[in-house]
């Protein structure tokens, strides 16, 4: 069944808050999940081809609504769905056929249809992909069969099962080159990696832990650029981002977090618009180029769960210096970029409503005490990446 959702202030204020759990998580994937549908509507109506697949979804949802909804709701799911609206090409739009092969596989049905082949190989969105040569089942008996991985980590509220997904051939959907296939050695620095970056946000930052763990549902590791790491959410893909290999856990577990509100933000403001006109040249303090609205809200929400998750880290002895270094520039940045859309007329009353919490919170972040070399780093900083802007803001304007 299609539904058109609706959310209310408490709810709204939940997510603004990072409260991520619980109804608001609900919601959230409600919305994704209607809109999938509504896409794969698109994809399918009237075309006698995909037929045999729009019937196994069918029968596979009165079997187990909640499996199918967890496919249709998977990141890259929503990320090919939203992809073949915008360009309907025949490889794209045949991937339906491997959606339904997954909803058949997980609810005990027969495969109607293999799913097609990109690439020489076929894939099971969520499970895996085979040699496009072999059957299913040829390649889980005689090797072949490549499983989507999982990281699990944490326990109770705070503990994520995840997939760790270097095989889907839509995951590459962030403007980034998304990384092969990883080797036995390579995925267990990963594992390592998102486990204990998991594990320190449920020891020192569980607020914002218990937040992330029920809407947390896939990664996928990027390939870096030369000296640097990069991370991304794209707006189809709610509760997934794509990574390359941090530094530290401390560092990834915030890129968890800062990618995660990227994800919310993006749903909630199809659910109740921020804004009514992208436009606008904003100084981002985070970067040296000119935003519209829309960039600027994204980056605040995120920087300022960021700012949040750094100071918890300061209790941790081992991180408190560079904790507290970061936490005294991401918090002046979210201050910084707050004065410059506070009062932006493209802001719709839900706008204006999430900018007032945010305003909130850093207020409340702004009244920590830091030590002095760290709040003029932090500002000196802050005036270097304006000075960089304004150079390039002038190049602009010659």
Known sequence: MIETHKIDLATFDSIVAGQRHGLAVQTLYASRLSRTLLLLREIAGGRPEYADAVDTLNVAQQRDPHAVARILTYPWVAAWASRCARADTSRDTHHIH????????????????PAPSING??????????????????????????????????????????????VDPFRACHNHQAAPRLDEITWQRWHTLVSQA??????????????????????????????GEVSATSSDAFGG????????????????????????INALHDLKPLYVDDTGGY?????????????????????????????????????????????????????????QVTDAPELTVAGRRLV??????????????VPDRDRRYAAGRLTEIEARWLQRADARRR
């Open 198 to 227: 998991w594990e320190l946000l449920a020891a020192r930052a569980p607020y914002h832990a218990a937040g992330n763990a029920a809407g947390f549902r896939a990664l996928s590791p990027l390939n870096a650029p030369p000296g």
């Open 121 to 166: 190989w076929r894939h099971l969105p969520t499970l895996g992909r085979h040699p496009a040569e072999l059957t299913y089942e040829q390649s889980v008996h005689r090797g072949g069969w490549q499983p989507v991985r999982r990281v699990r980590a944490g326990a109770g509220d705070f503990h994520i099962d995840i997939a760790f997904d270097d």
């Open 283 to 339: 100084f981002a303090p985070w970067r040296h180029d000119t935003r519209p609205l829309g960039a600027m809200l994204q980056g605040i929400v995120a920087f300022t769960a960021v700012a949040s998750v750094w100071h918890a880290f300061r209790a941790d002895a081992s991180l408190a210096r560079h904790a507290t270094e970061q936490f005294a520039l991401r918090r002046l940045q979210v201050d910084r970029a707050l004065t």
């Open 356 to 369: 007032a919490g945010l305003r909130s919170t850093i207020d409340q972040l702004l009244e920590h005490s």
């Open 241 to 264: 981002f794509g990574a390359s290999f941090s530094r530290s856990p401390a560092d990834f577990a915030t890129t968890i977090v800062h990618e995660l509100r990227h994800s919310d």
């Open 98 to 113: 491997g959606v339904a092969a997954a909803a058949a596989r997980l609810v005990g049905l027969p495969m109607s249809h």
